[in-house]
């Protein structure tokens, strides 16, 4: 990728770099009871959180191979069930499509600057005054990867359950 696209300051959000919290790492050493924990003073457990990640990565990416993914109709389409709590084997599956995810997204940030400049037509009628290349797509998704990653991680602090195991920043 070209150094002027911001090739390598993506990857590194994708993975966490800098400031921001290697996201595999954020998850991977969570436990199944833990995962599906709620905390009364927020809305989503961390599975949930986890899981909505997926689902909107894996749509980007559908948007980006052409693949033209129904838009949800309703936000909550996007998040599991609220009574929903994960088995061990749910879990793993979560966060191994996380880490998979993750690892398509840093591939693909590091393709051509034709790729990465190719519009992605919009998904739903709000957007069809809006074009977005593949950059911008993957941009907005490490933003958004960001953000819940932070969620995950006071979460855990909430829990008693920071840092992972790889490290975290405890300050």
Known sequence: M?????????????????????????????????????????????????????????????????????????????????SARPNEEEWGETVGRFSTLIEGLAVLAGSPQELLLRQVSGAHPSHAQQSSSVLALLWQIAAHNSYHIGQIALLRRAFGSWPPRRGGDTW
């Not at 770099?17 to 709620?38: N, T, W, Y």
């Not at 948007?63 to 996007?78: K, T």
């Open 2 to 82: 070209a150094e002027g696209m911001g090739g390598q300051i993506l990857v590194e959000g994708l993975h966490g770099k800098g400031a921001h919290v290697e996201p595999v790492a954020c998850v991977e050493d969570v436990s199944p009871e833990l995962a599906g924990r709620k905390n009364a003073s927020f809305p989503h457990s961390i599975w949930q959180i986890l899981w909505h990640m997926n689902y909107w990565m894996d749509y980007e990416l559908r948007r980006i191979r052409e693949e033209r993914p129904v838009y949800p109709a309703h936000a909550s389409e996007s998040w599991p069930g609220d």
